[in-house]
C-alpha cells in the first residue's frame, strides 16, 4: 500500500470567531470536534499518517484535546508554524507583525516530516467523504513532481450564513484541468446568486463557480518550489505590507500562469461547512447530528 498523509492546518489565531479557538470547539455528541470527523473520513479512504501544522502555544490543548487519541489509530507528527520561522536574513520583517504568514508558509513547515504524496485541507472545515476519496485515489497514481490536484467544490455549497467567506474562485476546462484561481472576498449568498467585492466594488458570482477550499494534493516536490517562492514573497515585502500572507492559491496561481505546473480538478458534491463564525457552530452541530442519525457516522468515531 502506498503511503499518503493527510496535513491538517490548525494553527490559524480565529480572529472572526470571537475568541477561543475555533478549531478546537466540541460539534458531536461525544466532544469529537470537526477534525475528528476529517480524519475518520481520510482513514476510510485509504490515508495512513496524520500530520498536524499548530503554533507552540497550542501544542498542549491541542494534544489534551485531539492528538493524544488521533495518535492510538494512526501515525502522527506535528509540524509548527511559527511568526518567526523565517529565514534569518529577513528577521527585519517582524516588526509590527502579530500572526503567521499565511497557507504556504504553514505547508512549507511540513518538510522535515512529511516525504510522501499529501493532501492538504483546514482543520475548521468538514469536507465530507466523496472529497477524500476523490483525492486519495488521485495521489496514489504515478505522478510527475509538479503535479498537482484539487477537489473543487460548489460555490453554493460552501457559504455562510452568518456572514462573508473568501473562496478561490476556479476557471476550469472541458478536460477538469485548472486554468486560473482567483482569490475572492467577502462572499455572499443571494437569493440565487452570490455577491463578491474586488477593488472596492461589488461583483456577482455564480452559485456553481467551482471553488477552491485549500484541499490540496501535493507531492513532496512541492517543499521546494515553497521554499524558494517563500524568500521571494518575503524579499518583496514592504513596510506597508504588514499583513502580507504567502497563500497556496495564489502561489499555486502564479504557477498556472507561468506554465510551471498543471492542476487536476477533482469534483466534490457534498454540502461544506465549518466554523468560521461563532454562530455557524450550532448548524454544524445540527448536521453531524443528522449525519449520524442517517447512518454516515456512528456515534462514537474512535
Partial sequence: MKNVT???MAAGIGSR???GIKQLEPVGPNGEIIMDYSIYDALEAGFNKVVFVIRKDLEKDFKEIIGNRIEKVVAVDYAYQELNNIPTQFKDKLEGRTKPWGTGQAILCCKDV???PFLVINADDYYGKEAYVEAYDELIKEHDASDISMVGFVLKNTLSKNGTVTRGICKVDDENMLRAIEETYEIAGRDDYAVAVKDGEEIRLDLDSP???NMWGLQPE?????EKGFVEFLDGIKK???KAEYLLPRIIGQLLEEGKTQVKVLKSHDQWFGVTYKEDKGAVVEAIQE???TGVYPKRLF
Avoid at 222 to 226: A, M, R
Fill in 6 to 8: 493527510l496535513v491538517i
Fill in 17 to 19: 470567531f470571537g475568541g
Fill in 114 to 116: 512529511v516525504h510522501e
Fill in 211 to 213: 471553488v477552491s477550499m
Fill in 222 to 226: 512541492f517543499f521546494e518550489i515553497l
Fill in 240 to 242: 506597508e505590507d504588514i
Fill in 291 to 293: 449525519l449520524i442519525a
